[in-house]
């Protein structure tokens, strides 16, 4: 098999259309037919069914499928790692994390870049279940992270970074309404929830809520972090989210701090041991101290 049998196989397992798989690698419809067959011939598998009225993946088609999408990937992965090679890019080093340390992911990349300028930075932001996957498989070079995120993976090492605080966000005209001694004044006030995928978060602005008090009243379950802040923004209403969300972006938004022992999240960074070594210590070395 070659790789352009698998993009010919990949576009019509997408779209199960002749004509627009053709479309898509710039041949003819018979020129598809032929490069399915061949590649059914060579792995001795029906991969594709064709009837009147539609085109379906067969059983091994779609077990094929998965296979066929690695390799590609890792094609371009490879011409893409060449091409950043021919350009000076020399080096390369991985980073993952969860969203709400974003901003701390964000500087310490831009100071390692600025650093060392021929060392490529791919970043990857993970919900905190598949942190904690990714991590155990060992997947990335440095995770930024909290302590129930990093697996007990004996290939990393780890250290304490700042702490992070939660912080209540609400719209600016709302600013005389918001006294954080006595919760239950602003229990009417609509509450703009994160999404229970992001459990780090959703868990502990529960038990805060709890601890305080406070029953709001949710009117929206926002999809990111980015479009809780512009809904506060625009005041439809008020959320926890971590510090340092609130920036020139979001003008008619203000925050206060929660005095609460679940408002502190203590970020972890923990580092591979075993392989891109140099590199991962230049990047604790330089980048790092910087994110404080």
Not at 50 to 64: C, P
Not at 120 to 130: F, K, S
Not at 169 to 194: C, G, N, Q
Request: with cysteine.
């Amino acid at each position: 098999m070659d790789l352009f049998q698998l993009k010919v196989f990949l576009s019509l397992a997408s779209t199960l259309n002749y004509k627009r798989a053709a479309e898509e690698n710039h041949i003819s419809q018979p020129a598809v037919s032929y490069h399915i067959k061949n590649l059914e011939t060579e792995l001795e598998v029906q991969l594709l069914e064709r009837s009147k009225y539609r085109t379906s993946l067969t059983e091994a088609g779609l077990e094929f499928l998965r296979y066929a999408q690695q390799i590609c990937e890792q094609e371009y992965l490879a011409r893409e790692r060449l091409s950043d090679i021919s350009r000076g890019k020399t080096g390369r080093i991985t980073l993952a994390g969860v969203q709400i340390y974003l901003p701390q992911i964000s500087k310490a990349a831009a100071a390692f870049m600025k650093a060392y300028p021929e060392v490529r930075v791919d970043t990857m932001i993970l919900d905190g279940p598949d942190l904690l996957r990714s991590h155990m498989f060992s997947e990335y070079d440095i995770y930024f992270g909290v302590d129930t995120m990093i697996s007990d993976n004996g290939s990393y090492q780890s250290r304490k970074g700042p702490e992070e605080y939660m912080d209540l966000y609400f719209p600016e005209e709302l600013e005389a309404r918001i006294t954080m001694e006595d919760w239950s004044s602003f229990s009417d006030i609509p509450y703009i929830s994160i999404p229970q995928k992001n459990s780090l978060l959703y868990n502990r602005t529960a038990v805060i809520m709890k601890d305080l008090g406070y029953v709001p009243g949710i009117v929206h379950h926002a999809s990111s972090i980015e479009s809780i802040l512009t809904l506060v923004d625009a005041g439809c209403g008020i959320s926890i989210l971590p510090s340092g969300s609130c920036g020139s972006r979001y003008p008619h938004m203000r925050s206060r701090q929660i005095l609460h022992e679940y408002a502190l999240l203590p970020l972890i960074i923990s580092c591979r041991k075993d392989r891109n070594q140099p590199v991962i210590r230049s990047f604790m070395e330089s980048a790092l101290p910087g994110i404080g």
